[in-house]
């Protein structure tokens, strides 16, 4: 998104951010000297191209062809049996916490029942979808720490994606591209849930190993 203000302004705009395999809006604001963002809704648009679509280190690309076919192996019920909607909030969530959350197929998958994924390729690949249920090819660990990713969703008392909030990074000094960092889910939410934000404190603040590129562009 490119923003041409000339008094340096930039006003609340919304645009889409390659996330975690799909592509979901975010509210972008500025405060002071940071842009902000929100979580909006999930969305899809194509995919951008050049330094909009770049890949830091360490992230997981989006994967344009099916895996190599092997064996699945299924954890039932490692999560909440989820509406379309629900699960975009937890893939959302899944983005946020890990760098090689993407969007996945391999056969004897249900691609109806989602193919948000954890996907390290030296290592395995590990779905959760609609059910609850968990598929995973290669090493177990991938799948635990999918498990663990999608118990603390729902202990937050699973988050909606606007409640999901981040600084945005400026990511070249020649190109005016920003990337999320610093994800958190808001503390009105947690505040709002009675048994897994219990402590009275602030919810934790969810940072990323490997920030999310996006697809946002700014002018001066």
């Not at 930039?10 to 592509?23: C, E, N, R, T, W």
């Not at 000297?33 to 999930?42: A, E, H, K, Q, T």
């Not at 975009?88 to 959350?101: E, I, P, Q």
């Not at 005016?176 to 602030?202: L, M, Q, Y």
Request: net charge negative; proline share 10%; charged share 20%.
């Amino acid at each position: 998104m490119a923003l041409h203000q000339t008094d340096g302004s930039v006003p609340h705009i919304v645009a889409p951010l390659a996330h975690g395999g799909f592509h979901p809006s975010l509210a972008i604001i500025r405060d002071g000297r940071r842009l902000l963002g929100r979580g909006v809704m999930s969305s899809d648009f194509m995919n951008a191209a050049g330094p909009l679509y770049a890949w830091p280190d360490g992230q997981t690309p989006a994967l344009t062809e099916p895996l190599t076919a092997q064996p699945l192996t299924t954890r039932k019920c490692i999560g909440p049996v989820l509406s379309p909607e629900r699960y975009y909030d937890l893939w959302f969530h899944l983005g946020t916490r890990s760098g090689r959350t993407t969007r996945a197929y391999v056969d004897g998958l249900d691609p109806a029942l989602g193919m948000a994924c954890l996907h390290d390729p030296d290592r395995g690949t590990a779905w959760i979808q609609h059910t609850g249920d968990s598929h995973f090819v290669g090493d177990p660990a991938v799948a635990d720490e999918l498990a663990a990713h999608v118990q603390a969703w729902a202990d937050l008392q699973q988050p909606t994606i606007p409640d999901h909030h981040a600084v945005l990074e400026h990511t070249d000094a020649d190109q005016p591209v920003f990337r999320p960092i610093e994800w958190h889910v808001n503390t009105d939410h947690c505040r709002k849930a009675p048994a897994s934000c219990a402590t009275g404190r602030s919810a934790p603040t969810i940072r990323h190993l490997r920030p999310t590129p996006t697809g946002l562009t700014a002018g001066r």
